[in-house]
């Protein structure tokens, strides 16, 4: 609820993917393949944690081998939409299904489903996958690569996508402003050869009345400021 009296401590990693952490408890969100690879997130890289949600699919959300490293040896609680925890399952990675609206406790933290939908994408990356936001504690929201929708739930934190398929500044504006946030993290970019981008477009982006902070990968902030 806002006016939590607790301290949070946010870290970004590559691309999607954050460590959200309180009073010796911690929980991920989008371990993809851009955060163990550009950042070396790696198994023994995190701290315990409480659990870890996954949004959709997609390689830079999911690294599966370290998901499966994970939930096997330190047998962490992974938490994603249905069609994943499905696809998970072939894959050995036991997942918990979370839907739209519900509610549950994961370790110390309170985590609700958003229903998203994902921006449209080539031809061979079709059908669009499954794509379940999150709000962590009434306070932190990630959408994963959704589109703006006039149902995104209020919070004080956003995690707002930036660059993707469908997915721009102007978008991540009016995303900003259906949920109301009072601090935005760009997320959702990762300069790479294959993916290259403007970091200076990125810390350039502004919206009045919401503070707006780039995260460096590694980088954290204490919230509330």
């Not at 006016?3 to 929980?27: P, R, W």
């Not at 994603?80 to 370790?107: D, I, W």
């Not at 946030?181 to 993916?195: G, Q």
Request: with cysteine; glycine share 8%; proline share 8%.
């Amino acid at each position: 609820m806002w006016g939590n009296d607790m301290k949070y401590k946010v870290t970004k990693y590559a691309q999607s993917c954050f460590l959200i952490e309180k009073d010796g408890h911690a929980l991920a969100l989008d371990i993809g393949s851009y955060a163990v690879e550009n950042n070396g997130m790696t198994v023994d890289r995190w701290p315990k944690l409480d659990g870890i949600l996954i949004t959709h699919k997609h390689f830079d959300h999911a690294h599966k081998p370290t998901l499966k490293a994970l939930t096997e040896q330190q047998n962490y609680s992974l938490v994603t939409n249905s069609s994943f925890a499905q696809e998970l399952k072939s894959y050995g990675v036991a997942a918990q299904v979370l839907s739209p609206g519900e509610e549950r406790s994961l370790g110390a933290f309170s985590i609700r489903g958003v229903a998203q939908h994902h921006g449209d994408l080539p031809p061979d990356w079709q059908p669009g996958p499954e794509c379940l936001g999150f709000v962590v504690d009434g306070i932190f929201y990630t959408p994963g690569d959704s589109l703006p929708l006039p149902s995104m739930p209020k919070a004080e934190v956003l995690f707002v996508p930036v660059i993707g398929p469908q997915m721009s500044f102007e978008t991540a504006r009016q995303m900003i402003e259906i949920v109301k946030p009072k601090l935005a993290i760009p997320m959702h970019y990762a300069n790479t050869k294959k993916y290259p981008i403007s970091m200076d477009e990125i810390r350039a982006f502004r919206v009045p009345g919401v503070e707006v902070l780039v995260l460096d990968d590694g980088a954290s902030l204490t919230w509330p400021r």
